[in-house]
């Protein structure tokens, strides 16, 4: 047994089993050590401990009680397991000693702002962080994961801390798992497929209620890049920026931080997000900012940045941006997409330059040549926009999401792909299935084409399952004119064929095919609801 | 997505439609029926292949039964039983013939 002393904390190194042939002779040597020291914090350095039984764990219950601060370190999994059986985990601190991982060869599959991901076999990955005492980013990533799969959002938590050389990592099982980025390099053909899934996976993450002070708050953050940027920009431009980003208000719902394909992964048919230490809550904008630097804004002074980083060029970056902002807003209209995207460069260059800037841009001549690029464009971008929102839904709650679609007939093919899509779920009747296909035509091209004519607006679409009888719940709601489809006297439908007029047979056979179908104007919003029993 | 078969026999029409008769696919289907339908004794409409019909896809039926009412006879074939379920619901049984 070794014994020493720094700072007033005695650490000893317990070595070998502890067990009832030889407890009560440690216990003595320990009693020795700690004489006359009673009170003072003491450290057992457990890596030689090979094993220990019960009357080991109670010497150590008797250190406990006459050294309250009481640490084990260096604890072997096997030991550690007694530890964690017996309770004394939760009474004392009991830290694990770390596996030894090398990651040379092997594959990088993901980076994000901490660390590192790299494939260590076929089921693992392991992120190495950057910063060397990373214990506590490890943690808090473990924590902020396990909170965002209960809130719903697929994604791998961590099973191990370990070493790697000088820095620690995280390990997560992904089975034989590609990113999206890999998959957009070599197979570009897929790009649309890439596109729907990754933009599914934002409206789920942003769709995503979270309990309040589980997660930083964005806006602050973004407050905080704002003020910075103040000293570098001309004082008209820099007050503007840090008021347009403190009039975004506070938004509850779930943002990624870093929502790259590189962090999206298909493992099977089942697409997971990981690298989640940058997760916060805010409004979508802030998330839309750091994903226009992905894919545009990092490359857009050096073109090869993006190669380097996602595996695909700068071609492919632009397009699968500005094809998954149209998706994600539901939207054709470029003016529309493109008054959008200007909020998020400028939320992404203020974010670049300060980054840039701490890093010692400013006195790299390359990098200093992008900074004055990226300044160059803000400032351009701050005399023409005047504010950082735009116009959205509010955000479903249920983790699935709602359907949040512009109100066209050219999207009907889409809102019945998502209504059929939930429905998979239930064991649908043909018969069932087509009246509820009809029913959602009829309503969804009765909002297309009278809610907001002769202007465009938006429609939501939810669709809710429910057991015991399994019945199927589809909301329409939107901001049209008010106007109640059921009012509508219905037709006569026992009119010879020349007596019928054209017209009124859709929500007819809406109301004659489902089992309820109710409507109400509420909050300047037609609801209207439809309920089919299976 | 909706295809249209078209085979024309003197006073004889005939359209075999395969796939889906709804808001985005009735134009196409009325627009086929209003150029040909002129001095059309026979109009078959062969359902073997539509899976589904909407209110915009009966409006069509409608108005070319209206037509052939004037001029001959239409005939709906081999309509799947879910699509007879909606005419039956609509009352287009009564309307149309069906085979």
Same mark, same amino acid.
């Given at each position: ?82 530890f964690d059986m017996t309770g004394f985990t ?24 901490? $660390? ?48 790697? $050389? ?23 053909? #897929? ?77 099977g048919d089942e697409v997971l997000i990981i690298? +989640? ?13 750091? +994903? ?57 260059? +203020? ?23 990226? #300044? ?159 | ?99």
């Amino acid at each position: 047994m070794t014994f020493t002393e720094e700072n007033g904390r005695v650490k000893i190194a317990l070595e070998g089993r502890i067990d009832s042939n030889n407890a009560p002779a440690v216990e003595k040597e320990l009693m020795d050590a700690l004489e006359g020291r009673r009170g003072a914090p003491v450290t057992l350095d457990a890596e030689k401990l090979t094993y220990i039984s019960s009357a080991g764990l109670r010497v150590i219950l008797h250190v406990k009680k006459l050294h309250p601060d009481l640490v084990i370190t260096d604890v072997s999994p096997e030991v550690y397991e007694i530890f964690d059986m017996t309770g004394f985990t939760e009474m004392m601190t009991v830290e694990k000693a770390y596996r030894v991982v090398s990651v040379e060869g092997c594959e990088e599959i993901g980076r994000g702002a901490n $660390g590192l991901i790299y494939r260590i076999d076929q089921d693992n990955v392991v992120k190495v962080y950057r910063n060397a005492d990373a214990l506590a980013d490890i943690q808090h990533e473990r924590e902020v994961a396990r909170l965002a799969l209960v809130l719903g959002i697929p994604t791998a938590i961590s099973y191990d801390v370990v070493r790697v $050389g000088e820095s620690y990592g995280s390990v997560f099982e992904l089975l034989n798992a590609r990113s999206f980025s890999k998959i957009l390099a070599k197979e570009p053909e #897929k790009m649309d497929w890439c596109v729907r899934e990754y933009v599914d996976m934002l409206h789920r993450i942003h769709g995503t209620l979270v309990p309040e002070g589980r997660l930083p708050d964005m806006r602050e953050t973004a407050i905080g890049w704002a003020r910075f940027d103040q000293d570098y920009l001309p004082k008209e431009a820099g007050d503007k920026l840090l008021a347009m980003v403190e009039a975004v208000p506070h938004d509850d719902h779930m943002i990624h931080g870093d929502y790259h394909t590189k962090n999206l992964q298909l493992q099977g048919d089942e697409v997971l997000i990981i690298d +989640m230490d940058t997760l916060a809550v805010g409004h979508p904008i802030f998330e839309l900012g750091s +994903m226009f630097n992905s894919f545009v804004g990092f490359s857009e002074y050096d073109r090869s940045v993006i190669e380097k980083f996602q595996g695909f060029d700068s071609t492919i970056g632009r397009a699968f941006w500005r094809k998954s902002l149209a998706a994600y807003l539901g939207t054709q209209d470029e003016a529309r997409l493109t008054d959008v995207e200007n909020k998020a460069r400028i939320v992404g260059y +203020m974010r670049m330059i300060r980054r840039s800037i701490r890093r010692g841009g400013l006195d790299k001549p390359a990098e200093k040549a992008e900074i004055e690029l990226w #300044k160059g464009e803000l400032l351009e971008l701050l005399g023409k926009v005047d504010t950082l929102l735009f116009e959205r839904e509010e955000t479903a709650e249920t983790p699935e999401g709602d359907l949040d679609i512009e109100a066209v007939p050219e999207n009907l093919n889409d809102v019945l792909a998502y209504v059929d899509r939930r429905l998979e779920a239930v064991d649908c009747p043909m018969k069932a299935q087509m009246q509820i296909d009809v029913a959602v035509e009829e309503i969804f091209i009765n909002i297309a084409q009278y809610a907001y004519h002769p202007e465009k607006g938006r429609a939501k679409v939810r669709v809710e399952v429910s057991e015991e009888p399994v019945t199927v719940t589809i909301t329409f709601i939107d901001r049209g004119i008010p106007y109640d489809p059921l009012a509508r006297e219905d037709p006569d439908v026992t009119l010879p064929a020349e007596d019928r007029p054209i017209g009124g047979l859709g929500i007819f056979m809406v109301k004659n095919t489902m089992d309820d179908v109710t409507y109400e104007y509420k909050d300047g919003s037609n609801i209207l609801r439809l309920k089919k029993n299976l | 997505m909706l295809n249209i078969h078209k085979t024309r026999e003197e006073g004889r029409l005939e359209f075999a439609l395969d796939g889906r008769l709804d808001t985005l696919t009735a134009p196409q289907l009325e627009t086929e029926v209003r150029e040909d339908i002129e001095n059309v004794k026979d109009l078959v409409f062969d359902l073997s292949y539509l899976t589904y019909i909407s209110s915009a896809g009966l409006r069509v039926l409608l108005s070319a039964q209206k037509i052939m009412n004037r001029q001959g006879t239409m005939v709906v074939r081999n309509a799947s039983e879910e699509i007879r379920d909606i005419f039956d619901v609509t009352g287009f049984s009564e309307i149309l013939t069906l085979e």
